[in-house]
């Protein structure tokens, strides 16, 4: 029963440095997005999908890029790091949106950006 | 843009006691979920509601719509330890996904 699977679940990168977050669902979801998660800031949406070949923008997309090439998968991709996107980052999926299903997260991704 | 604010922020309470947490909006959901999230991990589902005044009991927690569907409350009758955590409450209706408010901090001592 995996859900929703996230790794890495800790990374460190340098201002500049690129690197993809991965996650995958094992429950047929058309639906994926990616939040962070910041102290006193909430969740906040940075990409989201409605299936495959699909990709939008949520609140807070600059620095972030996506693709889902198959239903399973959603990576998140850093191009260019800097201390701001420092965050705890996590993946979600949901049969549907509109908020009428779960959403089911992943354990997330503590990023450290020096 | 939909802004959801929870109250309290922080709330500290003893074993036993009964407390409210509050979610409000200017704007109207056509859902509003509660989860709850601890350390270390993703947030967990507890209830979704859909219908103005809806009422939703899962065990000692009580959830309620408000009539305007623009906000909502959880209520937690004889605290456990166990209810430590973070509680978020999400607004549904987008078609980009949930609107989450900042969460409150719930600490149960014994």
């Known amino acids: 029963n995996a859900g929703v699977t996230q790794t890495p679940k800790f990374q460190v990168l340098k201002t500049g440095q690129s690197m993809t977050l991965q996650c995958a669902q094992d429950m047929n979801h058309e639906y994926m997005s990616w939040y962070r998660q910041d102290p006193g800031m909430g969740l906040r949406l940075i990409h989201y999908?409605?299936?495959?070949?699909?990709?939008d923008q949520g609140e807070v997309p600059n620095g972030y890029n996506v693709s889902r090439s198959t239903t399973e998968d959603f990576p998140l991709r850093l191009l260019s790091a800097a201390p701001s996107q420092t965050s705890v980052y996590f993946c979600a999926s949901s049969k549907m949106t509109g908020g009428y299903s779960p959403l089911h997260f992943g354990n997330g991704t503590r990023l450290t950006v020096t | 843009t939909q802004l959801l604010e929870q109250s309290p922020q922080f709330l500290s309470i003893q074993e036993g006691e009964n407390l409210t947490v509050y979610c409000n909006s200017s704007?109207?959901?056509?859902?509003l979920q509660w989860y709850r999230q601890e350390p270390g991990e993703g947030p967990v589902l507890l209830v979704t509601v859909v219908t103005g005044g809806e009422v939703k009991k899962l065990k000692r927690l009580t959830f309620q719509f408000g009539d305007a569907r623009k906000d909502s409350s959880l209520h937690i009758t004889a605290a456990q330890t166990g209810d430590t955590g973070l509680y978020l409450c999400?607004?549904?209706?987008?078609?980009?996904?949930?609107?989450f408010g900042k969460g409150t901090h719930l600490i149960i001592q014994p």
């Open positions: 999400a607004g549904g209706g987008g078609a980009d996904g949930l609107t």
């Open positions: 999908s409605v299936g495959a070949g699909i990709t």
């Open positions: 704007s109207v959901f056509s859902s």
